[in-house]
């Protein structure tokens, strides 16, 4: 084949095939970014949920009854509808979307709530480690939930990235060696 050959056969390729790539990986990025919470908007919760008054209110609730695995697994795991009706069989609050919990609940249908903060697929994470053992604050991570009184729509531990996490291990002795993140 000479060599213009080759660069009609390139160029034809990249037409064919090229392109559609193209937009396969723009799509695909825009997307993960749309499912990560990443665009501006942020993600849409399904109930107006405030932590706030849960933690504050009469209640006086702690983080780990409802994000029940944040001391003993890696993932802190979001609460379950089950959850909610412990104390929303009946009607609490005046917030329109109240009455949703018990529609879920009925339905016996999850409360689909979107989760935002997320670590990249080839990364290692775990609460338990930094809650338990390191006994790091909630608020180092995740700002001032207490006093939230809106859903989260937009990730709050996007400056958790290698550096800030590297940083706070050779701060507090951790290992930085990279098998310990990257498994
Ligand atoms: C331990 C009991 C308890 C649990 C568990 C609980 N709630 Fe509540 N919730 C309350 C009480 C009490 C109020 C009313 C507070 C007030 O009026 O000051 C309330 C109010 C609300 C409101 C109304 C807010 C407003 O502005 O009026 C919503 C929405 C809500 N809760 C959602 C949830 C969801 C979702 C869950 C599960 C993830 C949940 N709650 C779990 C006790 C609970
Ligand atoms: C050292 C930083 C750090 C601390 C401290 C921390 N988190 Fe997180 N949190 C993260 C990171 C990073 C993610 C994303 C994890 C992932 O993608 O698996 C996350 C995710 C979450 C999520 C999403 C759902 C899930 O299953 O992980 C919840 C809920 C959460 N954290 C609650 C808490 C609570 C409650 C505490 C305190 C008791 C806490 N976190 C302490 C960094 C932290
Ligand atoms: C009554 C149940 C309840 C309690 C108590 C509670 N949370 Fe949550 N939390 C939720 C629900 C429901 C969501 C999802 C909706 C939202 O973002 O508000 C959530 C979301 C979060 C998220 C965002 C998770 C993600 O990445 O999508 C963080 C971080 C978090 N909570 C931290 C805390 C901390 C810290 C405390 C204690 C100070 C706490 N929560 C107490 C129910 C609760
Ligand atoms: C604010 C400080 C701080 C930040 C930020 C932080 N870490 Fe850590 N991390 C620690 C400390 C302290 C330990 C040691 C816990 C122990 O073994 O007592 C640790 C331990 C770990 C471990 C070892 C857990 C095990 O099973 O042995 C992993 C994995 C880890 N961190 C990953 C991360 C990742 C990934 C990030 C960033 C997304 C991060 N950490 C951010 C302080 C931090
Ligand atoms: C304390 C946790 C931690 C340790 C230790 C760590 N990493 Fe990372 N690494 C991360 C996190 C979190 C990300 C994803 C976020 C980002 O790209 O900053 C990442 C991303 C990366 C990436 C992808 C970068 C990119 O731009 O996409 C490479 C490559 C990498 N790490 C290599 C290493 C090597 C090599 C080591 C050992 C010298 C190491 N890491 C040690 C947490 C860690």
Request: charged share 25%.
């Amino acid at each position: 084949m000479s060599t213009s050959n080759r660069k009609e056969t390139v160029l034809r390729a990249l037409l064919r095939y090229g392109l559609p790539l193209v937009i396969v990986l723009v799509a695909g990025v825009a997307a993960a970014s749309w499912l990560g919470g990443g665009g501006s908007e942020g993600v849409v919760q399904p109930i107006a949920f405030n932590h706030q008054m849960h933690i504050k209110g009469k209640e006086e609730m702690a983080c780990k009854d409802c994000h029940r695995m944040v001391e003993k697994g890696p993932h802190a795991t979001l609460p379950s509808v089950n959850q909610c009706m412990l104390c929303h069989e009946e009607a609490k609050g005046k917030h329109a979307d109240e009455p949703k919990i018990r529609q879920y609940a009925e339905k016996k249908e999850e409360i689909p709530w979107v989760q935002v903060n997320h670590v990249v697929g080839h990364v290692y994470f775990s609460h338990a480690a930094h809650v338990s053992w390191a006994k790091i604050d909630c608020s180092e991570c995740h700002g001032d939930m207490k006093n939230r009184t809106e859903p989260v729509t937009h990730p709050q531990v996007d400056h958790l990235n290698m550096d800030r996490c590297v940083a706070c291990h050779e701060e507090r002795g951790a290992s930085n060696d990279c098998l310990t993140c990257h498994k």
